[in-house]
């Protein structure tokens, strides 16, 4: 059974850091892409970041570009989010992703993943 296991969210001042991390079982870590998503209150699951299985290839929303880390360790089954400069606006559920069997190359989408985590909660202060 595949689980993602996200951790590292908490209550933050607004222009602190933050990392998240997911561990993941279940499924072929190192030749799986993967992918953060964020839930702000009241709103859709939007997309945040995309690692390919090596790392070598990353993709960002624009809204946190330059202020988000995604990478990633293989060895240890284990995606992360390094939030600097963070903003009220990034306030919400943070969800890791992961696709599936057989799905190659970075996503963007929502339903080009088909493993999720539970969610842990961000909040920025102003």
């Known amino acids: 059974q595949v689980q993602l296991v996200e951790s590292g969210g908490g209550l933050v001042q607004a222009g602190d850091s933050l990392r998240l991390s997911c561990a993941a079982s279940g499924l072929t870590f190192s030749s799986t892409t993967m992918g953060w998503f964020r839930q702000a209150p009241g709103k859709g699951r939007d997309f945040v970041a995309t690692i390919s299985w090596s790392g070598e290839s990353t993709y960002y929303a624009d809204s946190v570009k330059g202020r988000f880390t995604i990478s990633r360790d293989n060895a240890k089954n284990t995606v992360y989010l390094r939030m600097n400069s963070l903003k009220p606006e990034d306030t919400g559920v943070y969800y890791c992703?992961?696709?599936?069997?057989?799905?190659?190359?970075?996503?963007?989408?929502?339903?080009?993943?088909?493993?999720w985590g539970q969610g842990t909660q961000v909040t920025v202060s102003s």
């Open positions: 992703a992961a696709r599936g069997p057989h799905y190659y190359g970075l996503a963007s989408a929502e339903r080009d993943y088909v493993y």
